[in-house]
Structures are given as structure tokens and as C-alpha cells.
């Protein structure tokens, strides 16, 4: 019902993790879900949702991958249920909940919200999975998402340099182009350099999440997680730093919205901040990896 209307633009997607005390915990979720006459019925906080404001603009509406607790909070991820609340569909505004958009300092293409849930209800069949079964499909969307945040990354980090390339080499200074100078050029070479190695690890996590989710029994979904986790903590951290070069090289006037530069550092601290997992998230999951699940 709600994909094809998705690939028409008439419906959205998006995912409510996130709760006001953290996301990266999501065993330690505390929106809940109980079974009342034959349907589910939400309650709870959800913060830093996509775009609550674009479902209810769009004809049909939409709805969100919202992550709950369908048994005692003792269980952990044991008692975790994915399931897409809808609050548009169809073009009739659903219940039980209130929203607002954040104001943010940089991204803007997509709106972010906050979603308070009081008995919302879900229908049974929107549940995705298995009822207390949602953690691994929380966790799998997680790894293909950081692969996604990976290649934006890439994208942010390659039109800065592209951007600084003409700038630096047009800029003058004491009578030289600022490129001439070693301090700018050769952190410009080193930059390109670990674009061009950190675009490679997206493209390996890419590559393994295909042949995992083919079927390929030589790829699991640990080496999925590891590379994903790889991709994003190396591609968002090259962005931001990408970026705060970019702004040194262009000085003074790239505080100004009239260079878009400041704006696309913006953008990319909020991947850096968290989306799919804060940095150092990023670093325990690789780390636990390699060197086994005592590590803290």
C-alpha cells in the first residue's frame, strides 16, 4: 500500500528512533506498545524524526519506522517491535499524537521533528517483523543507513574541494595564489588523497551489503555492520574536517551565507553529532568487531 505511493512522491518514509535520553541505546528504548482490541497502541517520546511535516503535506501522507518496546524494559532487545506508524494515510490525519519541526543551523532539505505519542494507534499488519523480534531489523536498517550517510558524506567532501580549488587558486596573497603556499596545498593534496580512500571503503560496505542481502553465505551480516560503521566514522569525519579547511582557505567570507561553504559544513556536523550513531558509536561497533564484545 505504501511503497508504490512512496515511488510516486505521494507518501514518505522516515524513521523515530531516537528518543530525548539517546538513540545509540535502542535496547534501552522506552516508547511502548501495547495490544488493544486487535491493535497496537503507542506511547511515548520519538526526537530528531524525518520529516513528520512533509507526510502531512504529501496527498497520501505517510509514516514512520518507529522503534518500541512490546515487553518489559528487563528483556532489552528481546522485547523490541519495529513498526511503521502512520500519521497520514490515505489523506485522513491519524491519532494520538502531536509534532512540531525543529529549527536547524544547517541542513535544510529535510525537515527534523519531534513526535509525542499518547495511545496512537497501529494496525497489526504495519508491524515490521516480528513482534519482539524488531532489534535485528532495527540494527540491519542502521548498517545500509551508514552506507547512505557514507556516500553524502563523499559528495559534501568532493564539492568542498571542488569549490576551494577555484578559490584557493585564485585567491592572492603577498603577491602568490594561496595554493602556492605548502600549507594550503599539501593539506589540500592530503584531503583529496583520503577522499579518494575513504570513497573506496563506501564502496566495499556497499559491496557487502549487496552480496549479504543476495544470499552470499561467504558475507555476514557482522562484516556488513563492520564496514558500514568503517564507512561512515572515516567519510563524516574527512566532511567536517574538509570543511573547516574550506573556511580557513575562503577567510572572512565564508561566514557569510553568500558562500555556501559554511552551509555545507552545516550539513555535515549533523552526521557528525549522530545520524545512525554518533562517531565514537561508530568506533565501539568496529572495535567490537575486531577485538571481541568486552570491549566498553
Do not use: C
Amino acid at each position: 500500500e505504501v511503497l508504490p505511493r512512496l515511488t510516486r512522491g505521494e507518501a514518505w518514509i522516515g524513521i523515530a528512533s531516537t528518543e530525548p535520553q539517546g538513540g545509540s541505546d535502542v535496547a534501552g528504548e522506552r516508547t511502548e506498545a501495547r495490544l488493544v482490541d486487535g491493535r497496537w497502541l503507542l506511547t511515548g517520546e520519538k526526537n530528531m524524526v524525518t520529516g513528520v511535516s512533509i507526510a502531512l503535506a504529501l496527498p497520501y501522507g505517510g509514516g514512520f519506522v518507529t522503534v518500541t518496546r512490546t515487553g518489559p524494559v528487563e528483556a532489552k532487545h528481546r522485547s523490541i517491535t519495529t513498526m511503521l506508524f502512520m500519521v497520514k494515510r490515505n489523506g485522513t490525519v491519524n491519532t494520538g499524537f502531536e509534532t512540531r519541526d525543529y529549527e536547524e543551523w544547517g541542513r535544510r532539505g529535510i525537515p527534523t521533528s519531534y513526535l509525542r505519542l499518547n495511545n496512537a494507534p497501529v494496525d497489526p499488519d504495519f508491524v515490521l517483523g516480528e513482534v519482539n523480534g524488531g532489534f535485528k531489523v532495527v540494527m540491519e536498517g542502521f548498517d545500509v543507513a551508514r552506507i547512505l550517510i557514507g556516500a553524502a558524506a563523499i559528495g559534501a567532501a568532493r564539492w568542498m574541494l571542488e569549490q576551494s580549488r577555484e578559490w584557493i587558486r585564485g585567491r592572492v596573497v603577498f603577491g602568490k595564489p594561496i595554493s602556492s603556499y605548502q600549507s594550503v596545498s599539501f593539506k589540500y593534496a592530503e584531503l583529496s588523497a583520503r577522499l579518494e580512500a575513504a570513497r573506496l571503503m563506501v564502496y566495499k560496505a556497499a559491496w557487502l551489503a549487496d552480496r549479504f542481502y543476495r544470499g552470499e553465505g561467504s558475507v555476514s551480516i557482522m562484516d556488513v555492520a563492520n564496514a558500514s560503521a568503517m564507512a561512515k566514522m572515516l567519510t563524516v569525519e574527512l566532511a567536517v574536517e574538509t570543511g573547516l579547511e574550506a573556511v580557513k582557505w575562503f577567510g572572512g567570507v565564508s561566514y557569510f551565507k553568500e558562500t555556501p561553504v559554511m552551509r555545507a559544513l552545516l550539513g555535515v556536523l549533523s552526521y557528525y553529532v549522530g545520524a545512525e550513531g554518533t562517531q565514537n558509536i561508530m568506533r565501539l561497533i568496529v572495535a567490537r568487531s575486531l577485538l571481541g564484545r568486552e570491549v566498553e
